[in-house]
């Protein structure tokens, strides 16, 4: 039996070393595409940042590739897992193409300029994001929408085994929404490793396959998207009765309960 890309077991996190919810499990397979849910404030970017090794967990153990995170190096973890926050610090004076190819750095040696494949990899990453006639635009004339994919392009470019987005979707318009969220459930599809936040159900009704719903002060919630984004749970994690609704075609909605205060 081989190793998940990403094993997470019995982990707590927090800042001060202060857990800020009961131990949370799960394992992240290729193609594979987890929803963290929950309201603002709960730990979802704290999260990610334990799983990154950026901060430190108060108990419990990450490992990828079978590996103790502990035990990895920045360059070996940058062939597991690329990491797009939720507000990229940009740099707005970089073109599309620029800007992408910084994605690379976790692979090239000290002071080792982009060679040919470092070049092939952001020109991939751009096409592959439908970024082509963009690439020799600056970011600063760039839609929200265009931005995000453009950073989405970036991580893209590192050719990690996995990607990690802390609310891709968030503050962007509804069709920019959609977009972003189809092109994750593409790149899924492809056999990339995703892992995306949002306090958004909606969202992980459109392209996840599990979730993990996270609940102020309580344990962690993991299974099926099915199963746990659903409204009795949604409901306590967000501290306010959520309905549920199908459209004519069938498809499942979730909102908060017309009159409904929290």
């Known amino acids: 039996m081989t190793d998940p890309l990403l094993a997470v077991e ?86 599309v193409e620029q800007y992408v190819m910084l994605g690379r750095l976790g692979r090239l040696g000290p002071a080792a300029a982009p060679g040919r494949l470092d070049r092939a990899a952001t020109a991939d990453a751009i096409e592959r994001l439908g970024l082509g006639p963009l690439r020799s635009r600056p970011l600063s004339r760039m839609s929200g929408g265009e931005r995000q994919l453009a950073s989405l392009a970036r991580a893209l470019a590192q050719q990690a085994s ?14 920019n929404q959609v977009r972003v969220l189809d092109t994750l459930r593409s790149l899924a599809s492809e056999g990339l490793s ?34 746990v984004v659903e409204p009795h749970a949604l409901s306590h994690a967000f501290g306010t009765p959520i309905e549920q609704a199908h459209t004519a075609a069938g498809v499942r909605l979730l909102a908060a309960a017309v009159g409904a205060r929290g």
Not at 67 to 89: C, D, F, N, T
Not at 202 to 227: E, F, I, K, W, Y
Request: net charge neutral; glycine share 14%.
């Open 10 to 95: 019995g982990l707590q996190f927090g800042p001060g070393m202060v857990a800020l919810t009961g131990p949370t499990t799960f394992r992240q397979e290729l193609g594979a595409i987890l929803v963290v849910l929950g309201p603002n404030g709960v730990g979802k970017t704290t999260l990610f940042r334990t799983l990154l090794g950026l901060s430190p967990a108060v108990a419990g153990q990450v490992t990828w590739g079978g590996k103790p995170l502990k035990g990895l190096g920045a360059r070996e973890l940058s062939r597991h897992v690329a990491y797009v926050p939720q507000s990229p610090g940009a740099a707005f004076d970089f073109s």
């Open 162 to 175: 996995a990607l990690i987005l802390d609310e891709p979707a968030a503050s962007l318009d509804l069709g």
């Open 194 to 227: 995703i892992v995306y936040s949002t306090h958004d159900p909606n969202h992980a009704l459109r392209a996840g396959h599990h979730a993990l719903l996270m609940t102020p002060g309580g344990d962690p919630r993991h299974g099926s998207v099915d199963a």
